[in-house]
T-cell receptor, first 113, second 114 residues
Framework: NAGVTQTPKFQVLKTGQSMTLQCAQD?????MSWYRQDPGMGLRLIHY???????DQGEVPNGYNVSRSTTEDFPLRLLSAAPSQTSVYFC????????????FGPGTRLTVL | AQSVTQLDSHVSVSEGTPVLLRCNYS??????LFWYVQHPNKGLQLLLK??????LVKGINGFEAEFKKSETSFHLTKPSAHMSDAAEYFC????????????FGAGTRLAVHP
């Protein structure tokens, strides 16, 4: 099993460009989420999904869109990138029962110039 | 409402000496608590978790943490630091249940010197 995979690993964008960060999981977890990690701030939740067709906003959703058409995939879209979105992005999944342990992908390092 | 405070942003120890990373939480519910570790340029890995069973929780790589409700603390310890322990550590609190969100502390960066 690959677990949680993210692509790309690194990306550089210019202000105003759009892109999609990909996240895929093969653990059949219903819950998927996106976080951004910034120095001194821990991880902050951007968007999450509790199943196919269901998404909701987290703590810092502005500037990001998500969709969940399948259990396996949860892409994160930046419609018009801004320098403030320079960050490391992590996708995470968990079962909706049990003790809330989340499984994290390896991350995508995004720089917006 | 829930929150978590990691009391030290940086901790430096010598190899072979004890490690103490401090975490205090605030929760209006009986919380679930976790410690995650992040090695440089890597994703997050679960070290250990507290979910209302034993208050002393043992994790991987010799780490353990004690849940102290009276002090609202969940400090992470290890008797003897190893060079490979150098990483960033995150304390996390959540309300038990399937859909509840994780609240992360700001992180503590552990440096281990020879």
């Amino acid at each position: 099993n690959a677990g949680v995979t993210q692509t790309p690993k690194f990306q550089v964008l210019k202000t105003g460009q759009s892109m999609t960060l990909q996240c895929a999981q093969d653990m059949n977890h219903e819950y998927m989420s996106w976080y951004r990690q910034d120095p001194g701030m821990g991880l902050r939740l951007i968007h999450y999904s509790v199943g196919a067709g269901i998404t909701d906003q987290g703590e810092v959703p502005n500037g990001y869109n998500v969709s969940r058409s399948t259990t396996e995939d949860f892409p994160l879209r930046l419609l018009s990138a801004a320098p403030s979105q320079t960050s490391v992005y992590f996708c995470a999944t968990k079962q909706t029962s049990g003790n809330n342990e989340q499984f994290f992908g390896p991350g995508t390092r995004l720089t917006v110039l | 409402a829930q929150s978590v405070t990691q009391l030290d942003s940086h901790v430096s120890v010598s190899e072979g000496t004890p490690v103490l990373l401090r975490c205090n939480y605030s929760s209006s519910y009986s919380p679930s608590l976790f410690w995650y570790v992040q090695h440089p340029n890597k994703g997050l890995q679960l070290l250990l978790k507290y979910t209302s069973a034993a208050t002393l929780v043992k994790g991987i790589n010799g780490f353990e943490a004690e849940f102290k409700k009276s002090e609202t603390s969940f400090h992470l310890t290890k008797p003897s630091a190893h060079m490979s322990d150098a990483a960033e550590y995150f304390c996390v609190v959540t309300k038990p249940g399937g859909y509840n969100k994780l609240i992360f502390g700001a992180g503590t960066r552990l440096a281990v010197h020879p």
